[in-house]
């Protein structure tokens, strides 16, 4: 059973920081992987997509790895802002099954 | 493009009583899915299809049914609400493999 964890679950940290955010996944075998943010009481906005075939995809200050071998991905975040407080969720897609991690909360600190 | 829509955004229903919630995306996906986010278990997985016609069971499917008529929509229906169904309800859809767009989620409470 394909299993998704994020840590930490809750991270903070001063405005113009680099960050990474983690997700780990227990089944490689995997269709591709997303990131999300979500906003309080809002629904999902996609970030990134990753296909199995590619290791890593870039929107503006967003980069996003993928490692399937070891089952990791990360979502790295450039000179960070007040704005990008919200949380982030990464899902897989395996066998047309989209398994989600809890998320990491991220608050930045003007 | 409307994108994935869904109705209502807010319901209250009491015990044993059913419903439907209702999902449309205009963008011609092939899947669809349907989720539901409660605090500290993340968004879990419901029902989905890959086409009209298919549907197949999540990780919680007990409780709920659905059906795909059409490649536009995918309503979920509770037959006897429990409180325990009080949660967010997110609907999503995306082309083959490709990235999932979610409509703005029904927040439903059973008393």
């Known amino acids: 059973k394909q299993e998704v964890t994020q840590i930490p679950a809750a991270l903070s940290v001063p405005e113009g920081e680099n960050l990474v955010l983690n997700c780990s996944f227990t089944?490689?075998?995997?269709?591709?992987l997303q990131w999300f943010r979500q906003d309080p009481g809002k629904g999902l906005t996609s970030l990134l997509l990753?296909?199995?075939?590619?290791r890593e995809q870039t929107s503006g200050r967003l980069n996003a790895s993928l490692d399937k071998s070891s089952g990791r991905s990360t979502l790295y975040i450039a000179a960070s802002q007040p704005g990008d407080s919200a949380t982030y969720l990464c899902?897989?897609?395996?066998?047309?099954?989209?398994?989600f991690g809890k998320g990491t909360r991220l608050h930045i600190l003007p | 493009n409307a994108g994935v829509t869904q109705t209502p955004k807010f319901q209250v229903l009491k015990t044993g009583q059913s419903m439907t919630l209702q999902c449309a995306q205009d963008?011609?996906?092939?899947?669809m899915s349907w989720y539901r986010q409660d605090p500290g278990m993340g968004l879990r997985l419901i029902h989905y299809?890959?086409?009209?016609?298919?549907?197949d069971q999540g990780e919680v499917p007990n409780g709920y049914n659905v059906s795909r008529s059409t490649t536009e929509d995918f309503p979920l229906r509770l037959l006897s609400a429990a409180p325990s169904q009080t949660s967010v309800y997110f609907c999503?859809?995306?082309?083959?493999?490709?990235?999932?767009?979610f409509g703005p989620g029904t927040r439903l409470t059973v008393l």
């Open positions: 999503a859809s995306s082309p083959w493999t490709g990235a999932q767009y």
């Open positions: 089944d490689s075998a995997i269709y591709n």
């Open positions: 990753i296909q199995s075939s590619q």
């Open positions: 899902a897989v897609n395996r066998d047309d099954k989209i398994i």
């Open positions: 963008m011609n996906h092939e899947y």
């Open positions: 299809s890959v086409g009209a016609g298919i549907t």
